[in-house]
C-alpha cells in the first residue's frame, strides 16, 4: 500500500486544504440555503450538525475517498470478527462483544467468547439484586448501603463518568463513591464517612497487583479489620473484578464474588465489561444494560451506514482534515449539560492514550501528526474562561457542542438559557464579527478616529472556527451507550488511517514499572545506582523528611 502521505487521496485534500483555506464559512452560508440541511446526521438518538465545519463537498468526497483507500471497513470488519489486531501484544479487540445484543458467536482463538460474556452479564444482574434487594448482607447482618468502587484508569473513570452522567437513574438503595488517587487523603476521606459494618468494597484490577488500586484496597481491608471486622467477614464486604483469582481468593474475596476480565477488553474500553459492576449497583441492572444496547446499536450503525451517513466515521474524518491538514493540535469538548460534565475527561483518555503514538502499526517512524489533545469543560463555565482563545487565539481549535433537548426537572427558563448559549457560541465562532462591524458599533459613542479604529481591532473576531453540535432527546442510558460507542469508533477510524495500533499503551505501562522501581528506591530496596542523579535527589529529600523524627 502505498504510503499515507503519498497516497492519491493524500495529495488532493492538501490541494483542497490551500483552496478553503481562503474562504469563510459565512459566505458560504450566505451562498447556500441548504448547507446545514444537507451536513446533518441522525442515528442512534443522536443528532449531528456538521455544516458548521471548513468543508466543502469536494472536501468531504475526499476525506471519504481516504477512509475507503485506507481500509477502515476492513479494518472495522477484523476487529468485530475477533481477529488479532493489536499486534505488539497479540490480541483480538472485543469491547464490542460485551455488549452483542445480535445472537451471534465471536470467535476468539476457536471458541465463541460470547457464553462467558452473556454468563458474566447474568452474575452482575443477580449479585445487583442480592444488594439491592439486601439479600448480601454484611456480617453482622446489615444491608449493604455504601459502594466503595477502587480503581485507576479506565476501571475507575468509565464507571464514575457514566454514573455522575445518569444521575437521574441512581438507585436509592445504595450509594456508590469512587476512588483511585493513591493519595491518602482520598481513600482516607471516603472510609471516615463510612459504616463498615454495612459498605461493600469493590476492587477492580485485571492484575489484582495494580500499584494504585492494591494499596487502596489494602487501605480499605485495613481499615475494615481495624474496625471490628475479621480475615471471614471480607468474603461479605470484598469483592474483585480481576483475572487473578488466585491472587483475590488469598486477599480473603469468595471466589463466587470474584468477576471476570478478559485481555481482549482494553482498560480505557471496559465500562462494558465487568468493570461496570459499579455502574449496575448505582443504577440497576436494567440501566446497566441498557447503556450496553446503546452502544450495540452505535456498533450496528458503524457496520451498516455508508460513510456519508456514519457518525463516527464523518467525526473522525473532520478531525483528520484539522489535525493533519490545518495543524490543529488539540479538540475541545463542550457539553452543555451539568451531569455529562465528566465526558471531556473520559474521551480524553479514549483518544490520547489509544492515538498518541510515534510508530505505525509496522513500527516505521511517523513523520505526520497524530492524536490531538483533547480537553474541554461543561456548559456556560467555559464562555467565561476559556471560549476567549477559541475565539481570538491563532490557530484551529476544533469544538464539539453537546446538548440534550430534554433534561429532568427542567426548567424551561434555564434550559432555555443554556441552548441560546449553546447554539450562539457555536454561530459566533463560525461567523465571528469582522473589523467594519465592529467600526459600526462605535459610532455614536464619543471616540476619536484613531481610538475607534484600535477599539474596533480588539473587538474583532475572525470566525471561520470549525465545530460540530450534537443534540439528543434526553440524556437516558441507552443514549449514553450510543454516545460513547460512537467515540470509540471515531478514534478507532483515526488509527486506522494512521495507520497507529490503537490499542497498546505502552507509555502508561512505563510509568508503572518505573514508579514501582521508585518505589522501591524510596523503601529502601534497590541501589541508588538504580537512578538518575536527579531522581536520586528526589527520592533522598523525600526520605529525609519523612525520616523517623
Same mark, same amino acid.
Given at each position: 500500500?502505498?504510503?499515507?502521505?503519498?497516497?492519491?487521496?493524500?495529495?488532493?485534500?492538501?490541494?483542497?486544504?490551500?483552496?478553503?483555506?481562503?474562504?469563510?464559512?459565512?459566505?458560504?452560508?450566505?451562498?447556500?440555503?441548504?448547507?446545514?440541511?444537507?451536513?446533518?446526521?441522525?442515528?442512534?438518538?443522536?443528532?449531528? $450538525?456538521?455544516?458548521?465545519?471548513?468543508?466543502?463537498?469536494?472536501?468531504?468526497?475526499?476525506?471519504?475517498?481516504?477512509?475507503?483507500?485506507?481500509?477502515?471497513?476492513?479494518?472495522?470488519?477484523?476487529?468485530?470478527?475477533?481477529?488479532?489486531?493489536?499486534?505488539?501484544?497479540?490480541?483480538?479487540?472485543?469491547?464490542?462483544?460485551?455488549?452483542?445484543?445480535?445472537?451471534?458467536?465471536?470467535?476468539? $482463538?476457536?471458541? $465463541?467468547?460470547?457464553?462467558?460474556?452473556?454468563?458474566?452479564?447474568?452474575?452482575?444482574?443477580?449479585?445487583?439484586?442480592?444488594?439491592?434487594?439486601?439479600?448480601?448482607?454484611?456480617?453482622?447482618?446489615?444491608?449493604?448501603?455504601?459502594?466503595?468502587?477502587?480503581?485507576?484508569?479506565?476501571?475507575?473513570?468509565?464507571?464514575?463518568?457514566?454514573?455522575?452522567?445518569?444521575?437521574?437513574?441512581?438507585?436509592?438503595?445504595?450509594?456508590?463513591?469512587?476512588?483511585?488517587?493513591?493519595?491518602?487523603?482520598?481513600?482516607?476521606?471516603?472510609?471516615?464517612?463510612?459504616?463498615?459494618?454495612?459498605?461493600?468494597?469493590?476492587?477492580?484490577?485485571?492484575?489484582?497487583?495494580?500499584?494504585?488500586?492494591?494499596?487502596?484496597?489494602?487501605?480499605?481491608?485495613?481499615?475494615?479489620?481495624?474496625?471490628?471486622?475479621?480475615?471471614?467477614?471480607?468474603?461479605?464486604?470484598?469483592?474483585?473484578?480481576?483475572?487473578?483469582?488466585?491472587?483475590?481468593?488469598?486477599?480473603?474475596?469468595?471466589?463466587?464474588?470474584?468477576?471476570?476480565?478478559?485481555?481482549?477488553?482494553?482498560?480505557?474500553?471496559?465500562?462494558?465489561?465487568?468493570?461496570?459492576?459499579?455502574?449496575?449497583?448505582?443504577?440497576?441492572?436494567?440501566?446497566?444494560?441498557?447503556?450496553?444496547?446503546?452502544?450495540?446499536?452505535?456498533?450496528?450503525?458503524?457496520?451498516?451506514?455508508?460513510?456519508?451517513?456514519?457518525?463516527?466515521?464523518?467525526?473522525?474524518?473532520?478531525?483528520?482534515?484539522?489535525?493533519?491538514?490545518?495543524?490543529?493540535?488539540?479538540?475541545?469538548?463542550?457539553?452543555?449539560?451539568?451531569?455529562?460534565?465528566?465526558?471531556?475527561?473520559?474521551?480524553?483518555?479514549? #483518544?490520547?492514550?489509544?492515538?498518541?503514538?510515534?510508530?505505525?502499526?509496522?513500527? #516505521?517512524?511517523?513523520?505526520?501528526?497524530?492524536?490531538?489533545?483533547?480537553?474541554?469543560?461543561?456548559?456556560?463555565?467555559?464562555?467565561?474562561?476559556?471560549?476567549?482563545?477559541?475565539?481570538?487565539?491563532?490557530?484551529?481549535?476544533?469544538? $464539539?457542542?453537546?446538548?440534550?433537548?430534554?433534561?429532568?426537572?427542567?426548567?424551561?427558563?434555564?434550559?432555555?438559557?443554556?441552548?441560546?448559549?449553546?447554539?450562539?457560541?457555536?454561530?459566533?465562532?463560525?461567523?465571528?464579527?469582522?473589523?467594519?462591524?465592529?467600526?459600526?458599533?462605535?459610532?455614536?459613542?464619543?471616540?476619536?478616529?484613531?481610538?475607534?479604529?484600535?477599539?474596533?481591532?480588539?473587538?474583532?473576531?475572525?470566525?471561520?472556527?470549525?465545530?460540530?453540535?450534537?443534540?439528543?432527546?434526553?440524556?437516558?442510558?441507552?443514549?449514553?451507550?450510543?454516545?460513547?460507542?460512537?467515540?470509540?469508533?471515531?478514534?478507532?477510524?483515526?488509527?486506522?488511517?494512521?495507520?497507529?495500533?490503537?490499542?497498546?499503551?505502552?507509555?502508561?505501562?512505563?510509568?508503572?514499572?518505573?514508579?514501582?522501581?521508585?518505589?522501591?528506591?524510596?523503601?529502601?530496596?534497590?541501589?541508588?545506582?538504580?537512578?538518575?542523579?536527579?531522581?536520586?535527589?528526589?527520592?533522598?529529600?523525600?526520605?529525609?523528611?519523612?525520616?523517623?523524627?
Amino acid at each position: 500500500m502505498t504510503t499515507l502521505t503519498e497516497s492519491a487521496q493524500w495529495q488532493t485534500l492538501e490541494s483542497l486544504a490551500q483552496l478553503v483555506e481562503k474562504e469563510h464559512m459565512r459566505d458560504w452560508f450566505a451562498s447556500d440555503a441548504n448547507r446545514a440541511a444537507d451536513m446533518n446526521v441522525e442515528a442512534c438518538g443522536l443528532f449531528l $450538525d456538521f455544516s458548521k465545519n471548513r468543508v466543502t463537498k469536494d472536501v468531504l468526497k475526499a476525506l471519504f475517498d481516504l477512509a475507503d483507500a485506507r481500509g477502515v471497513a476492513q479494518h472495522r470488519d477484523a476487529m468485530f470478527n475477533g481477529d488479532i489486531i493489536n499486534n505488539t501484544e497479540g490480541r483480538a479487540v472485543l469491547h464490542t462483544a460485551l455488549r452483542n445484543f445480535s445472537g451471534q458467536p465471536v470467535i476468539v $482463538d476457536g471458541e $465463541d467468547v460470547m457464553p462467558e460474556v452473556l454468563a458474566t452479564l447474568d452474575k452482575i444482574e443477580a449479585f445487583t439484586h442480592s444488594v439491592h434487594s439486601g439479600e448480601h448482607k454484611g456480617y453482622t447482618g446489615k444491608a449493604i448501603k455504601h459502594i466503595v468502587a477502587i480503581g485507576i484508569g479506565g476501571s475507575f473513570l468509565g464507571p464514575k463518568i457514566m454514573t455522575e452522567a445518569l444521575k437521574p437513574y441512581q438507585q436509592d438503595a445504595v450509594k456508590v463513591h469512587f476512588v483511585a488517587n493513591v493519595d491518602g487523603c482520598h481513600i482516607t476521606d471516603v472510609l471516615s464517612a463510612m459504616d463498615h459494618e454495612d459498605t461493600l468494597i469493590v476492587m477492580s484490577s485485571k492484575s489484582f497487583s495494580t500499584q494504585e488500586t492494591l494499596q487502596n484496597t489494602l487501605t480499605a481491608k485495613d481499615w475494615f479489620l481495624k474496625q471490628g471486622g475479621t480475615q471471614e467477614d471480607i468474603a461479605r464486604h470484598f469483592v474483585a473484578v480481576s483475572s487473578n483469582v488466585k491472587a483475590a481468593t488469598e486477599f480473603g474475596i469468595a471466589e463466587e464474588n470474584i468477576f471476570p476480565m478478559w485481555d481482549w477488553v482494553g482498560g480505557r474500553y471496559s465500562l462494558w465489561s465487568a468493570i461496570g459492576l459499579p455502574i449496575s449497583l448505582c443504577l440497576g441492572f436494567a440501566n446497566f444494560k441498557g447503556l450496553l444496547e446503546g452502544a450495540f446499536a452505535m456498533d450496528e450503525h458503524f457496520k451498516t451506514a455508508p460513510n456519508e451517513q456514519n457518525l463516527p466515521v464523518i467525526l473522525a474524518m473532520l478531525g483528520i482534515w484539522y489535525r493533519n491538514f490545518f495543524g490543529a493540535q488539540s479538540h475541545v469538548m463542550l457539553p452543555y449539560y451539568h451531569y455529562l460534565r465528566g465526558l471531556p475527561a473520559y474521551v480524553q483518555q479514549l #483518544d490520547m492514550e489509544s492515538n498518541g503514538k510515534l510508530v505505525t502499526q509496522d513500527g #516505521d517512524a511517523i513523520g505526520y501528526e497524530t492524536g490531538p489533545i483533547i480537553w474541554g469543560s461543561e456548559g456556560t463555565n467555559g464562555q467565561h474562561s476559556f471560549h476567549q482563545l477559541i475565539h481570538q487565539g491563532h490557530g484551529v481549535i476544533p469544538a $464539539d457542542f453537546l446538548m440534550p433537548l430534554n433534561v429532568p426537572n427542567q426548567d424551561d427558563t434555564h434550559h432555555a438559557m443554556l441552548a441560546s448559549n449553546c447554539f450562539g457560541q457555536a454561530q459566533a465562532l463560525m461567523q465571528g464579527k469582522t473589523f467594519a462591524d465592529c467600526y459600526a458599533d462605535l459610532a455614536d459613542k464619543g471616540l476619536d478616529e484613531a481610538e475607534r479604529k484600535r477599539l474596533a481591532q480588539h473587538k474583532t473576531m475572525p470566525g471561520n472556527k470549525p465545530s460540530n453540535t450534537i443534540l439528543f432527546e434526553k440524556l437516558d442510558p441507552f443514549t449514553l451507550g450510543a454516545l460513547v460507542a460512537m467515540y470509540e469508533h471515531k478514534v478507532f477510524v483515526q488509527g486506522v488511517i494512521w495507520q497507529l495500533n490503537s490499542f497498546d499503551q505502552w507509555g502508561v505501562e512505563l510509568g508503572k514499572v518505573l514508579g514501582n522501581q521508585v518505589l522501591a528506591g524510596i523503601q529502601g530496596n534497590t541501589e541508588a545506582e538504580t537512578f538518575d542523579s536527579s531522581t536520586q535527589n528526589l527520592i533522598n529529600r523525600f526520605k529525609q523528611t519523612n525520616a523517623p523524627k
